[in-house]
């Protein structure tokens, strides 16, 4: 069973800077994609930053410039550093891993739990 947990959420204030961790255990392939979503109360879940298996990082156009996706293959890990970060930046932030099977024209997508991030003074 694929497990994915994520940490490093926190209260901050506007302007500041946080470091999200996920780790995903129980994998038995090699993900085709890591990253991020979030989603605000009210809100849909949304895109924030993922990274394929050969490096190819995407941003939304909301986060770009401030936030980085990083990921460790061999550990099964993904990272979000964020800094500059605003009031809208906040939600609860969570960890996807992404499964092609491209043969079969099939996706599979697997979620953690969550981490809250809130921004404000």
């Known amino acids: 069973q694929v497990q994915l947990a994520e940490s490093g959420g926190d209260l901050v204030q506007p302007g500041g800077s946080l470091r999200l961790s996920c780790v995903a255990s129980?994998?038995?392939?090699?993900?085709?994609?890591m990253g991020w979503y979030r989603q605000a109360p009210g809100k849909e879940r949304e895109l924030v930053a993922t990274m394929t298996n050969d490096g190819r990082a995407n941003y939304a156009d909301s986060v770009k410039g401030r936030f980085t996706v990083s990921r460790d293959n061999a550990k099964n890990m993904v990272y979000l550093q964020m800094s500059s970060l605003k009031p809208e930046d906040s939600a609860v932030y969570y960890c996807?891993?992404?499964?092609?099977?491209?043969?079969?024209?099939?996706?599979?997508?697997?979620w953690g739990q969550g981490t809250q991030v809130t921004v404000s003074s």
């Open positions: 129980g994998v038995a392939f090699s993900p085709t994609a």
């Open positions: 996807n891993l992404r499964r092609k099977i491209a043969v079969l024209g099939t996706n599979y997508a697997y």
